[in-house]
């Protein structure tokens, strides 16, 4: 046995199933965004990508009693 090739089966049990025809886009390409456009999404990231936001703690009445 060769140390280069792993002797690994590289059939799979299942086929994999064709790709969708929505993941094939036909026509135009889409729009590129604007620098604004950009600039916002990278601040959501940025924002997205910083610790958790804080949960408010759940209230002990319950809901009928919060409906009072």
């Known amino acids: 046995m060769s140390s280069t090739q792993p002797d690994v089966d590289n059939a799979l049990a299942y086929p994999e199933p064709p790709a969708s025809p929505l993941w094939h886009r036909h026509g135009t390409k889409a729009r590129p965004l604007t620098p604004e456009q950009q600039r916002r999404n990278r601040e ?4 997205a990508q910083r ?5 408010s703690p759940r209230s002990t009445n319950t809901l009928a009693e919060a409906n009072r």
């Open 51 to 55: 610790s958790p936001r804080p949960r």
């Open 44 to 47: 959501l990231l940025a924002l």
